[in-house]
Nanobody, 124 residues
Framework: AMQLAESGGGSVPAGGSLRLSCVAY????????MGWFRQTPGKQREGVAV???????TYADSVKGRFTISQDNAKNTLYLQMNSLQPEDTAVYYC??????????????????WGQGTRVTVSS
């Protein structure tokens, strides 16, 4: 079965850092576009960062300069390095995979594999 498993969430004070990981199982990882999304209670899920199968990277404006998406194809693992975290970054973070290069980048309907989520809490 095709699966994604996130880890690395936790609680940090404002200004802190976390690195999220997402391991892919059961599919040819490097041929997929991979993305990070997040959701807070009562709000719609939003895109955070995407790395396309051709290596193109896109960030949401709210995280540019603070978050970095990367991947290790040998380990079938996607990462999200999050620095200078702020309380508004508090959310459940999900990784997702699409067999297409998605346009627009955060169009959720095009991502057909989703992880279970990992919670990030940033205190002020």
């Amino acid at each position: 079965a095709m699966q994604l498993a996130e880890s690395g969430g936790g609680s940090v004070p404002a200004g802190g850092s976390l690195r999220l990981s997402c391991v892919a199982y059961g599919f040819t990882y490097h041929t997929y576009s991979m993305g990070w999304f997040r959701q807070t209670p009562g709000k719609q899920r939003e895109g955070v960062a995407v790395i396309d199968s051709d290596g193109t990277i896109t960030y949401a404006d709210s995280v540019k300069g603070r978050f970095t998406i990367s991947q290790d194809n040998a380990k079938n693992t996607l990462y999200l390095q999050m620095n200078s975290l702020q309380p508004e970054d508090t959310a459940v973070y999900y990784c997702a995979a699409s067999e297409y290069i998605v346009t627009p980048k955060f169009r959720e309907e095009e991502y057909n594999i989703w992880g279970q989520g990992t919670r990030v809490t940033v205190s002020s």
